[in-house]
């Protein structure tokens, strides 16, 4: 088991910036990626971006140049820096661990809301 903690949502304006942090434990050997999901309300739960443990990242196209993702891989921690933030971004922010290609673990989620 895979448990991942996220942390460093909340309320910001319209253009300004927050970063997300998590930090996974328990299981964590054999971890491919982590990345960031997000779920606005009456929406599906997006892919916004995420990191393999090579480095490799990939971005949803309407965060990119706006959002960064990095990894600490010594200490299981994903980080999203978001920049330039926007009313569209409010949403509840997941991590989301692959580990063995296979399994799949969330974590409980934190809220960045964007005011206009």
């Known amino acids: 088991q895979v448990q991942p903690v996220e942390s460093g949502g909340g309320l910001v304006q319209a253009g300004g910036s927050l970063r997300l942090s998590c930090s996974a434990s328990g299981s964590i050997f054999a971890i491919n990626a982590m990345g960031w999901y997000r779920q606005a309300p009456g929406k599906q739960r997006e892919l916004v971006a995420a990191?393999?443990?090579?480095?490799?990242?990939n971005y949803a196209d309407s965060v990119k140049g706006r959002f960064t993702i990095s990894r600490d891989n010594n200490k299981s921690t994903v980080y999203l820096q978001m920049n330039s933030l926007k009313p569209e971004d409010t949403a509840v922010y997941y991590c989301?661990?692959?580990?063995?290609?296979?399994?799949?673990?969330w974590g409980q989620g934190t809220q960045v809301t964007v005011s206009s």
């Open positions: 989301h661990v692959l580990r063995r290609s296979v399994y799949e673990y």
């Open positions: 990191i393999t443990s090579g480095g490799s990242t």
